[in-house]
């Protein structure tokens, strides 16, 4: 008999959390003004009670930094634009609805909600009033962080502006032994490339040096004056 699995956490959600902030910090690896974070509470007003914690997030005009929570109010009351959560299994429709109401009251921009277990993802779009949701998740381009969206084999993929996958630690290890693999090949066709060229140029060395003892210069010789030379040579021997 199957275990279901009612609440808690999920191998497949940490690895996407993790894939999701790695790609993030990528995007915006030259920015000092985006904030990216997750996993901290995130309070509108220093008086109110209600509060939510996105697993990610990101905060364009704050400081990149660290943070045990993200007060608004001492962040110039900027509301973070995206905000990304991973469905945790057994997560109940009650605190999933609680989540999308919170981020609709606080103005997100952009809200997405990813379920890796079940292969779904939706997303709502904020038009100044509340959210719209997104009517096809295929294909999507964020308007604010300009990645695009994409499921492929029942899981989501999302790709950088430049069309580069967000990947995750294994599969960039991956990556770059591949790149060292290529670069250690490129870099033994080099050395055997000069290897050539160092044993090429000794011996056009050594001819030279065998030509002047022969009584020849080399920067005259060419192939004709030198076989008539020698032909001279072997003429005057014999008579």
Do not use: C
Not at 66 to 85: G, K
Not at 211 to 225: C, Q, S, W
Not at 227 to 235: F, L, P, Q
Request: proline letters at 4%.
């Amino acid at each position: 008999m199957t275990q279901r699995v009612l609440t808690g956490e999920s191998t497949r959600r940490l690895r996407w959390i993790v894939t999701l902030q790695g790609g993030l910090d990528a995007l915006f690896r030259n920015r000092r003004d985006v904030l990216v974070a997750g996993s901290v509470p995130w309070y509108l007003t220093p008086e109110s009670r209600d509060s939510a914690t996105p697993d990610l997030f990101v905060a364009v005009g704050i400081a990149r930094g660290e943070r045990t929570a993200y007060r608004q109010w001492e962040e110039s009351n900027i509301v973070p634009q995206v905000v990304f959560d991973v469905i945790a299994p057994g997560t109940s429709m009650v605190s999933a609805t609680r989540r999308l109401k919170f981020y609709e009251r606080a103005g997100v921009e952009e809200y997405y909600m990813y379920d890796p277990d079940a292969g779904e993802v939706i997303g709502w779009v904020h038009n100044g009033v509340g959210f719209d949701e997104v009517a096809s998740i295929e294909g999507w381009t964020s308007p604010r962080l300009n990645i695009i969206f994409g499921m492929e084999e029942g899981e989501l993929f999302l790709s950088l502006p430049n069309g580069e996958r967000f990947r995750s630690y294994v599969e960039l290890a991956e990556v770059a032994e591949r790149d060292h693999e290529r670069a250690q090949q490129e870099h033994e066709r080099a050395e055997q490339e000069r290897a050539r060229a160092d044993y090429h140029a000794a011996r056009e060395k050594m001819l030279i040096a065998r030509l002047r003892a022969l009584g020849f210069n080399p920067d005259e010789v060419t192939a004709d004056n030198f076989a008539e030379s020698i032909d001279t040579s072997e003429t005057q021997s014999i008579g």
